[in-house]
């Protein structure tokens, strides 16, 4: 890093620290490695969101809806599982697949 660099141009004599390693941990569950939980809109429509950005939402609980184009009912968006809304769409129009919500799981 910075202290081989000055090293290197003669700005110190002193010895360049070892580098720590990082704290590394393996696991197996998936569950566990998953660390965000995705909320597409499920097709193309309007978009209203219920849930502000940094809010905690429990599962199931609804986080926004999709109007689809023209007439007929709203899909609601519902939390998949409870966390943190890290991600939230603010363009009302969407097409299908587009990010509405990302969760930081809690």
């Known amino acids: 890093g910075l202290h081989y660099l000055l090293r290197q141009l003669g700005c110190i004599d002193e010895p360049v620290p070892a580098l720590a390693s990082p704290p590394f941990r393996r ?7 998953h660390l965000q939980a995705h909320h597409p809109a499920p097709h193309d429509g309007l978009y209203s969101p219920d849930a502000e950005l940094g809010a905690v939402v429990e599962e199931n609980q609804i986080m926004g809806w999709v109007w689809p184009p023209g007439e007929g009912q709203a899909t609601a968006i519902r939390a998949e599982q409870a966390g943190t809304v890290v991600l939230r769409r603010y363009q009302r129009s969407v097409r299908q697949g587009d990010a509405l919500f990302t969760l930081a799981l809690i």
């Open 27 to 33: 696991t197996e569950d998936a569950e566990e490695a």
